[in-house]
Nanobody, 121 residues
Framework: QVQLAESGGGLVQAGGSLRLSCVASGRVYTIGAMGWYRQTPGKQRELVATITAAGDTNYGDSVKGRFTISRDNAKKTVYLQMNSLKPDDTAAYYC???????????????WGQGTQVTVSS
């Protein structure tokens, strides 16, 4: 069974940094686009950053210049380096993979369980 597991969340002061990681466990042959989304209570989940299998990146406007997404295909892991954090960045952060190749066929639209990031002012 393939699962996504995030780590690296926590409490940080404004201006600080955190690095999130998300690893895909289980038998996975190929991984498509990977990304990070975030959500606060009462609001829709919003895009933070995505990275394609070719390494092309895309960022939400509110994080451009502060966050960096990267991936290690050998480790089946996607990272999110978050710098210059602001209280508005406080949210649950979710890892997403749009498509994975597995022994039983493609797995589409996989989400992690989320990791909380809290930025204090």
């Amino acid at each position: 069974q393939v699962q996504l597991a995030e780590s690296g969340g926590g409490l940080v002061q404004a201006g600080g940094s955190l690095r999130l990681s998300c690893v895909a466990s289980g038998r996975v042959y190929t991984i498509g686009a990977m990304g990070w989304y975030r959500q606060t209570p009462g609001k829709q989940r919003e895009l933070v950053a995505t990275i394609t299998a070719a390494g092309d990146t895309n960022y939400g406007d509110s994080v451009k210049g502060r966050f960096t997404i990267s991936r290690d295909n050998a480790k089946k892991t996607v990272y999110l380096q978050m710098n210059s954090l602001k209280p508005d960045d406080t949210a649950a952060y979710y890892c997403h993979i749009d498509r994975m190749g597995t022994p039983i066929g493609p797995l589409l639209d996989a989400w992690g369980q989320g990791t909380q990031v809290t930025v204090s002012s």
